[in-house]
């Protein structure tokens, strides 16, 4: 009989864990340091929670099941509900605003395998609940910008737009909803060709040739903030989305007080998303090609959707896994040492005892060790270091232990120095 894991899913081994938890150790410092602090959220939660969110064609994507008392349940597609499912059941009342909070989990999702796509894969990321515009957004994206910095990621580009400008001229022209939503999409797709016969084909989604000939203009527009005056040019006839844009010039006007300047405007960023409000962005790495999204966030009203208060929020979340891809493509990895600082090998039975000893006080001390368990003669002991890449060794003999020492030796000089049992705590922190 064979098992295999399942379709979309991953086996990590030593070295690739070791690899991802420093990763996600660096983005915590990087979030604590801003003030966020880490929640957790089930692995799975109430159907309703997503298809409220995403609507009911989401169901196709997901995990979703019936539990034992005829609960529908799936397992979670992404946080960024969970999360608000926790403010409002837990958090609402009791804290005062804002509430800075981050996360780091996998999540589930019945897809396609394909490269850089699995079914089970990891987010982490943010939510800043109840910060005024635009200072909450632009200390976010100088989070962002700032942990990809901290993980050795140079040359990301954030990409930021403000859905209120098109969505202003589309409530200029009278454009109803259901259509709003299929050019959002259409839009987020990024293809310039397929938005163009979208709106200006034999078939067009707008009734209204001077909206889509603005809403192409507008969608070719990206630069730095030299073009927010071709912006501003496009849209002076129509009142509705001027707020909006007066919003992205003091954003933009607010990250350079927070020293980001590595950001692009692109008003084809769409996160095709109903619930986003405002400001949103995506980090491009051009370099991983049509994988080069590695996090997408924004501005939105997701609380109110699920029965709350009207309260902004932004947020964003990493693609775990893509980072790591980037990482591992873009930076030059370090090649990773001993998961342990010292290896002890007793020389024959009767010194075992005493060997398991100096393995607990050394362990008892934060100095990681292992230490033989399967009575293996001494130079199988060495070559069993040797495989661990391990620099120091503890060679526990009779001679030694009967002035109370052992032997340390230097794996890489081959140097072997007598120590006391008393001093090696000591001795091994002094040499690290």
Same mark, same amino acid.
């Given at each position: 009989?064979?098992?295999?894991?399942?379709?979309?899913?991953?086996?990590?081994?030593?070295?690739?864990?070791?690899?991802?938890?420093?990763?996600?150790?660096?983005?915590?410092?990087?979030?604590?340091?801003?003030?966020?602090?880490?929640? /957790?959220?089930?692995?799975?939660?109430?159907?309703?929670?997503?298809?409220?969110?995403?609507?009911?064609?989401?169901?196709?994507?997901?995990?979703?099941?019936?539990? /034992?008392?005829?609960?529908?349940?799936?397992?979670?597609?992404?946080?960024?509900?969970?999360?608000?499912?926790?403010?409002?059941?837990?958090?609402?009342?009791?804290?005062?605003?804002?509430?800075?909070?981050?996360?780091?989990?996998? %999540?589930?999702?019945?897809?396609?395998?394909?490269?850089?796509?699995?079914?089970?894969?990891?987010?982490?990321? %943010?939510?800043?609940?109840?910060?005024?515009?635009?200072?909450?957004?632009?200390?976010?994206?100088?989070?962002?910008?700032?942990? *990809?910095?901290?993980?050795?990621?140079?040359?990301?580009?954030?990409?930021?737009?403000?859905?209120?400008?098109?969505?202003?001229?589309?409530?200029?022209?009278?454009?109803?909803?259901?259509?709003?939503?299929?050019?959002?999409?259409?839009?987020?797709?990024?293809?310039?060709?397929?938005?163009?016969?979208?709106?200006?084909?034999?078939?067009?989604?707008?009734?209204?040739?001077?909206?889509?000939?603005?809403?192409?203009?507008?969608?070719?527009?990206?630069?730095? /903030?030299?073009?927010?005056?071709?912006?501003?040019?496009?849209?002076?006839?129509?009142?509705?989305?001027?707020?909006?844009?007066?919003?992205? /010039?003091?954003?933009?006007?607010?990250?350079?007080?927070?020293?980001?300047?590595?950001?692009?405007?692109?008003?084809?960023? &769409?996160?095709?998303?109903?619930?986003?409000?405002?400001?949103?962005?995506?980090?491009?790495?051009?370099?991983?090609? &049509?994988?080069?999204?590695? %996090?997408?966030?924004?501005?939105?009203?997701?609380?109110?959707?699920?029965?709350?208060?009207?309260?902004?929020?932004?947020?964003?979340?990493?693609?775990?896994?893509?980072?790591?891809?980037?990482?591992?493509?873009?930076?030059?990895?370090?090649?990773?040492?001993?998961?342990?600082?010292?290896?002890?090998?007793?020389?024959?039975?009767?010194?075992?005892?005493?060997?398991?000893?100096?393995?607990?006080?050394?362990?008892?001390?934060?100095?990681? %060790?292992?230490?033989? *368990?399967?009575?293996?003669?001494?130079?199988?002991?060495?070559?069993?270091?040797?495989?661990?890449?391990?620099?120091?060794?503890?060679?526990?003999?009779?001679?030694?232990?009967?002035?109370?020492?052992?032997?340390?030796?230097?794996?890489?000089?081959?140097?072997?120095?007598?120590?006391?049992?008393?001093?090696?705590?000591?001795?091994?922190?002094?040499?690290?």
């Amino acid at each position: 009989m064979e098992f295999n894991k399942p379709r979309g899913t991953r086996d990590f081994l030593f070295d690739e864990m070791r690899h991802r938890n420093e990763v996600a150790s660096s983005l915590r410092n990087v979030f604590e340091n801003y003030g966020y602090q880490e929640i /957790k959220t089930p692995l799975f939660e109430e159907l309703k929670l997503f298809t409220t969110k995403s609507g009911e064609e989401i169901i196709d994507q997901l995990y979703n099941f019936t539990d /034992k008392s005829n609960r529908e349940l799936a397992l979670r597609p992404e946080i960024t509900a969970p999360v608000a499912r926790l403010y409002l059941n837990e958090l609402q009342k009791s804290s005062s605003k804002p509430i800075k909070l981050y996360y780091y989990g996998s %999540c589930f999702r019945y897809e396609r395998p394909q490269k850089g796509r699995f079914r089970q894969f990891w987010q982490f990321g %943010c939510e800043l609940i109840g910060a005024k515009s635009p200072e909450g957004e632009a200390e976010v994206i100088a989070m962002c910008n700032d942990s *990809l910095d901290k993980i050795g990621i140079t040359g990301a580009d954030i990409n930021i737009n403000h859905l209120g400008i098109i969505r202003g001229l589309f409530k200029h022209f009278n454009i109803d909803a259901a259509t709003q939503r299929e050019v959002m999409v259409v839009i987020d797709k990024g293809d310039k060709e397929l938005l163009e016969e979208s709106l200006i084909g034999e078939n067009p989604l707008i009734d209204s040739e001077e909206l889509n000939q603005v809403l192409i203009k507008l969608i070719d527009l990206v630069g730095d /903030k030299s073009i927010l005056k071709d912006i501003e040019e496009l849209i002076k006839e129509y009142e509705e989305p001027k707020d909006s844009f007066e919003e992205l /010039k003091q954003l933009v006007e607010t990250l350079n007080s927070f020293g980001v300047n590595n950001y692009t405007i692109n008003l084809g960023v &769409a996160r095709g998303l109903d619930y986003y409000t405002g400001i949103v962005f995506e980090v491009y790495i051009p370099e991983l090609g &049509a994988q080069k999204q590695v %996090c997408g966030g924004g501005t939105y009203s997701l609380i109110k959707v699920f029965g709350g208060e009207e309260i902004e929020s932004t947020g964003f979340a990493f693609g775990f896994d893509r980072l790591m891809n980037a990482i591992e493509e873009l930076t030059d990895q370090k090649e990773l040492g001993s998961h342990i600082d010292v290896y002890i090998a007793p020389i024959n039975e009767e010194v075992r005892p005493k060997a398991f000893e100096i393995a607990q006080l050394l362990r008892r001390n934060g100095i990681a %060790c292992d230490v033989d *368990l399967n009575r293996k003669k001494f130079k199988k002991l060495m070559n069993h270091a040797n495989n661990l890449k391990v620099e120091k060794v503890i060679i526990v003999g009779p001679k030694d232990l009967e002035e109370n020492n052992v032997t340390l030796k230097d794996m890489n000089s081959g140097e072997q120095d007598i120590i006391s049992i008393d001093s090696i705590v000591n001795t091994l922190k002094e040499e690290e």
